[in-house]
């Protein structure tokens, strides 16, 4: 990687001034595998900064554009993060590296440069393209019983080739990826029946390291605004995963609709209420 990886919990340093009289405080970036030299991800990120005499701390998430030494780090459109008053400057780092340290599956490393605001663009409020895609959501069954098990620095490491497995079947079958959470991960496919390969391939390969999935997968619209997307599309996939038990990957009715002629098997799991989601949906298993 072009930057050194650090784990979880970080020396906090402390705010230094520049030759140009800027105060430099303390930024920590949310890192996963190969992300210190690839660009277009979403993250998260951690800030100290100070207004006048108040000292606050904002957390959120960032977009990363760019890598090494040319990287950009953006607060997201629309704004996704939150901002406390901490009273000192001590208060906030101490706030940060205790936050840190409960997030097991993370890791973050100092950012050097700042967190920007993107400016909107002029077209920004124009309507919104429609967008029809498979969403799939995976995640990993019992991760912080694993994490604590083996200890930070072995569960780092299986946590990296957990992605790298994912990124590997994803880019087999066409599968873009969203945004990543944790220990799971948001991707879209053009076919349905490209997501359910997707799914079942996933959950094969992180078998050998000893690791056991949750997917789901659900067929619909969202709304795309540049490189923003969003809608309740994505919420459904993402529960439907939730009912999903170990090893199991569901489809709701959407997607096994859209499968007829796929060849693939399901085996009806009943019908469910989502939560968030207002309407009852009937989910099913695939089958092998």
Partial sequence: MNS??????????????????????????????HQSNVS???SKAWCVRRVASAVFLKWGAVEVHGAGD???????????????RCGTVQRAKDYAKAAI??????????????IAIRRRRAD??????????????????????KAARLGD???????????????????????????????????????PAAGVRCATAIREAVRTLGLEVRVGLHAGEYK????????LAFHIGARVATKARAGEV???????????????????????????????WRLYRVEH
Avoid: C
């Fill in 4 to 33: 050194e990886m650090h784990e979880y919990v970080l020396p906090l340093v402390k705010h230094k001034r520049s030759l140009d009289g800027r105060t430099h405080m303390p930024k920590f970036l949310r890192i996963g595998v």
């Fill in 40 to 42: 277009g991800y979403t």
């Fill in 70 to 84: 040319g990287r950009k780090v953006y607060w997201t459109l629309p704004p996704r993060a939150k901002t406390i």
């Fill in 101 to 114: 340290a409960r997030r097991r599956n993370h890791r973050y490393e100092p950012l050097a440069g700042n």
């Fill in 124 to 145: 920004h409020g124009a309507e919104p393209e429609q967008a029809l895609a498979t969403i799939l959501f995976v995640d990993i069954v019992r991760s912080t019983e």
């Fill in 153 to 191: 620095s072995r569960w780092t490491q299986v946590m990296n080739h957990y992605y790298a497995a994912v990124r590997k079947e994803l880019k087999a079958l066409h599968g873009k990826e969203v945004v990543t959470t944790g220990d799971g991960l948001l991707a879209t496919f053009g076919a």
């Fill in 224 to 231: 795309v605004i540049g490189a923003e997307v969003f809608g």
């Fill in 250 to 280: 569901l489809v709701s009715s959407a997607v096994k609709d859209l499968m007829s002629q796929s060849g693939i098997r399901f085996k009806d799991r009943g019908v469910h209420q989502l939560k968030g989601v207002p309407e009852r």
